[in-house]
Antibody, heavy 122, light 111 residues
Framework: EVQLVESGGGLVQPGGSLKLSCAAYGFTFSKFPMSWVRQAPGKGLEWVSTISGSGASTYYADSVKGRFTISRDSSMNTLFLRMNSLRGEDTALYFC???????????????WGRGALVTVSS | QSVLTQPPSASGTPGQRVTISCSGSSSNIGTNTVNWYQQLPETAPKLLIYSNDQRPSGVPDRFSGSKSGTSASLAISGLQSEDEADYYCAAWDDSLKGPVVFGGGTKLTVL
């Protein structure tokens, strides 16, 4: 079955670190750019970061640039998000998503995981 | 403050047709295609419409999308109780606001 499964969420203190994982099943992982999107409690969707299929190119929202690092391991079919210097405003449900046509007029996410909850609080 | 503007709420009775609007600018909707996502309560978003008006396999033809200029719309005909969800529009953005921008979401209530 084609699916994405996130893990690694939890409670972390402000200033702390956490690493999320997203395991991909049922498709050729290395062919697709992959992204992280987050949703703060009761709020809308916010794009966080994207990595190309090869892993050579990465992109970040200004709100996380310099603090978060996206990576991937195609041998494990897994996407990662390393989050450092966490703040209260980073509290959210973090979804991984598969990109189609990244960088073009016709971009969209066609597959989403169920999400991993990150809570930043003392 | 989301880059794309959606009404926060919409409602309809079973069988009715409802539309949800999404307003943007020349750097996003005006130049690029629009996608719509449905998020049922406590679930992950699901792709509903891509490239303005295309439905992925498995999405009922009750759902349709359109775009004109810097605005887009999602229409749901024959409204059903299971359509009660949050709906988000999204698009590529060629400005510094991008690259990916979302609407704030519309909560659809089936009365």
């Amino acid at each position: 079955e084609v699916q994405l499964v996130e893990s690694g969420g939890g409670l972390v203190q402000p200033g702390g670190s956490l690493k999320l994982s997203c395991a991909a099943y049922g498709f050729t992982f290395s062919k697709f750019p992959m992204s992280w999107v987050r949703q703060a409690p009761g709020k809308g969707l916010e794009w966080v970061s994207t990595i190309s299929g090869s892993g050579a190119s990465t992109y970040y929202a200004d709100s996380v640039k310099g603090r978060f690092t996206i990576s991937r391991d195609s041998s494990m079919n897994t996407l990662f998000l390393r989050m450092n210097s966490l703040r209260g405003e980073d509290t959210a449900l973090y979804f991984c998503a598969r990109d189609r046509n990244w960088g073009s007029h016709y971009w969209y996410f066609d597959l989403w995981g169920r999400g991993a909850l990150v809570t930043v609080s003392s | 403050q989301s880059v794309l503007t959606q009404p926060p709420s919409a409602s309809g009775t079973p069988g009715q047709r409802v539309t949800i609007s999404c307003s943007g600018s020349s750097s996003n909707i005006g130049t690029n295609t629009v996608n719509w996502y449905q998020q049922l309560p406590e679930t992950a978003p699901k792709l509903l419409i891509y490239s303005n008006d295309q439905r992925p396999s498995g999405v009922p033809d009750r759902f349709s999308g359109s775009k004109s200029g810097t605005s887009a719309s999602l229409a749901i005909s024959g409204l059903q109780s299971e359509d009660e969800a949050d709906y988000y529009c999204a698009a590529w953005d060629d400005s510094l606001k991008g690259p990916v921008v979302f609407g704030g979401g519309t909560k659809l209530t089936v009365l």
